[in-house]
């Protein structure tokens, strides 16, 4: 019953930490943006059509307020003329207005037919001074549902100012309200039309968009071991993706050749080790075939104890590169005067080169900052080397040059050189030209890699040029013990 509960308790927190897909995130971002741009446009065209609107009703009511004026300033006598203004003109105009004028006891003078009924005179606002003319009056809803627009204002009928009166003026817009209401009304459709559609349209632009994210996904899942060969090949794709699928490809090129390179390693190694593996199986068997003499056991013991010190070697080189390409593995940086480093180098290989015939010679100086044991094991690895390539009568050059921020460590013979096509993996590990199998076949190819790991582990770099019976150029670039150490050397 409880492990029922954990796995219902594990799949309900699978289910509250699942994110949603990159195409229903983008089509959601689409139809957000969409939708607040509908919004924003929709309440912009809102807002202007009432503005403009309400300016209009504003501006007839305040010409037929500045009209009534005119008349009781300038021809207060002549009542025909306002009656023909109030209620003439208003009850057979097609906009459906109300005029009226009341003197200043609040009784009415005159006004349209209908008005009072319909209007009454408490209902308009305070009527605002002679001079200035209100600029927006007040909307007012009869008990039948129409909607009108209010507006007062004072007026004088001498130039003394003697006599007030007071003008109400008020404006039908139920038909501006119905429209507005309207508009209103097709503008919310219109926002969650777009918003439905720009959801449909951002699926389809968002899943064609990501076709090739799609065509990525499938490549890299058809990818194995075996088909590191497979490559994603972007064509008119947008640069980001293509940027992407370039990328990958470039992974697969170092994971293809990481792999050729392994596969050959494992090769190498297990022809480096069947060899003497069965070399000691065939010098037992013969022991053991017959009796021997004393002499010829040890003959055969003194044979397999050479084959089991190739054997410690070869582990020895193994185990000491997978120590240095461990992460934690730091070493011991100091200040080292590389010119008598060399020196004692040369002084352990003088006696394999005088009976060789090579002539071995250092020049040069400068300072590094480099662990004392690995620099001269590096220097070591490529002085044998150099000492079995180079034939009697030739020389082996050992030179520190320094220059800005590092010293150069060059270390040229004058031998057999190495072809152009096997420059490119002669530090990889187990890796051996014919040349150097014929003569040093004692040798398991892992030198050069030894010197590479100590470069790396130093922060420098090894480099060689070569041309094929002209000799070789090794370089080993290390920092300068006046510069600062590189990051991966650990002070011990």
């Not at 497979?230 to 794709?237: L, Q």
């Not at 699928?245 to 480096?272: G, K, N």
């Not at 080292?336 to 290989?349: F, G, N, P, S």
């Amino acid at each position: 019953m409880s492990s029922k509960n954990a796995q219902n308790e594990a799949s309900g927190s699978r289910r509250q930490t699942r994110h949603w897909s990159l195409s229903r995130r983008l089509t959601a971002l689409y139809v957000a943006a969409t939708t607040i741009l509908l919004v924003l446009a929709a309440a912009y065209l809102y807002w202007s059509q009432v503005k403009n609107l309400a300016r209009e009703d504003n501006d007839f009511l305040a010409n037929k307020i500045q009209d009534c004026r005119r008349l009781l300033e300038k021809r207060p006598n002549d009542d025909g003329l306002l009656v023909n203004e109030v209620q003439t003109e208003a009850a057979a105009s097609i906009i459906k207005y109300y005029e009226r004028v009341m003197d200043d006891r609040g009784l009415i003078v005159l006004e349209t037919p209908g008005m009072t009924n319909l209007l009454p005179a408490a209902s308009f606002p305070v009527a605002s001074g002679t001079t200035p003319i209100p600029d927006r009056g007040t909307v007012w809803r009869t008990a039948k549902g129409e909607v009108y627009l209010l507006r007062s204002a004072e007026a004088t009928s001498n130039p003394a100012g003697t006599r007030a009166w007071v003008i109400q003026v008020a404006l039908d817009i139920s038909a501006e309200e119905a429209l507005i209401t309207g508009y209103r009304r097709k503008l919310i459709a219109v926002v969650l039309l777009g918003a439905s559609l720009a959801w449909v349209m951002g699926a389809l632009v968002t899943r064609r968009g990501l076709q090739p994210l799609k065509a990525i996904t499938q490549a890299t899942e058809r990818i194995t071991a075996s088909q590191l060969h497979e490559r994603i090949i972007a064509k008119d794709w947008p640069d980001e993706l293509a940027s992407l699928a370039r990328s990958f490809d470039r992974m697969l090129d170092r994971l293809e050749d990481s792999f050729t390179r392994l596969s050959q390693f494992s090769a190498d190694l297990a022809h480096e080790l069947r060899t003497p593996i069965n070399n000691l199986r065939g010098e037992a068997g013969v022991a053991l075939s017959q009796s021997r003499t004393p002499e010829e056991y040890r003959r055969t013991l003194e044979s397999s104890l050479e084959e089991y010190a190739r054997l410690t070697r070869l582990i020895d080189n193994l185990l000491f590169l997978a120590r240095a390409e461990s992460p934690a593995g730091g070493i011991t940086s100091a200040r080292l005067d590389a010119r008598q480093a060399i020196e004692t180098v040369r002084e352990y290989y003088d006696a394999l080169a005088e009976d060789r015939g090579v002539e071995l010679r250092c020049e040069g100086e400068g300072e590094i900052l480099a662990d004392a044991v690995l620099f001269r094991q590096a220097v070591s690895n490529l002085l044998s080397n150099a000492l079995s390539c180079t034939p009697r009568g030739g020389r082996v050059l050992i030179r520190a040059s320094q220059r800005a921020g590092s010293v150069d460590i060059i270390i040229s013979d004058t031998g057999c050189g190495i072809s152009p096509e096997h420059l490119p993996r002669v530090f990889d590990r187990l890796y051996r030209v014919d040349a150097a199998r014929s003569q040093n076949p004692n040798g398991a190819g892992l030198g050069l890699a030894i010197v590479k790991s100590i470069m790396t582990r130093h922060g420098g770099s090894v480099e060689v040029q070569s041309e094929l019976g002209q000799g070789a150029c090794f370089t080993l670039t290390f920092p300068e013990a006046s510069s600062k150490a590189p990051a991966n050397l650990t002070e011990m």
